[in-house]
């Protein structure tokens, strides 16, 4: 599955921690969006969605949620809850977001600016997606 979990270094001193994010350097592309999740309510679920294009990384930066994660072969938990941890996906991954905390504000960093039409948000032309380019590459 493309994804990985990126660690960043805070700069910490005796007045706390301070994290620094910079396009194609901690994050692996460059960044021209920027948003957040805050006040989540308990049963949400949000995504439910893979991308035509964009990447993303995301970054808990206070409470917790989880992602599931579905690349049409494997599935798998992630469980993000730390500020210097940030969870890259390419976009072909299918992701859900849940299990937020009353107190979670997730961050995310984009790919691109926000279109509609990237988004694939009905499973079965996700899985129609991921055969046609497997196809395109021969696999
Ligand atoms: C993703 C996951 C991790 C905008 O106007 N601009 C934006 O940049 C975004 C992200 C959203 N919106 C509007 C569109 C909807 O009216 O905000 C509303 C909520 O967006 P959406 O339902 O797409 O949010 P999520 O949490 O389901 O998904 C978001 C991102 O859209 C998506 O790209 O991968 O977070």
Redesign the pocket.
Known sequence: MDIKLIQFSPHGDDRGQLVALEETREIPFPIK?V?Y?YKTVPDAV??????RK?E?V?VCLHGSCK?RLDDGKEKQVVLLDKPWEGLY?SNVVW?E?FDFSPDAV?M?L?SD??D?A??IRNYGDFLAFLRKQSEKEGN
């Open positions: 969006r948003y999740m949000r995504g439910k969605h893979a991308h964009l993303q995301l992602v996906l992701r977001m997730l995310v984009a600016y926000y509609e990237d988004y």
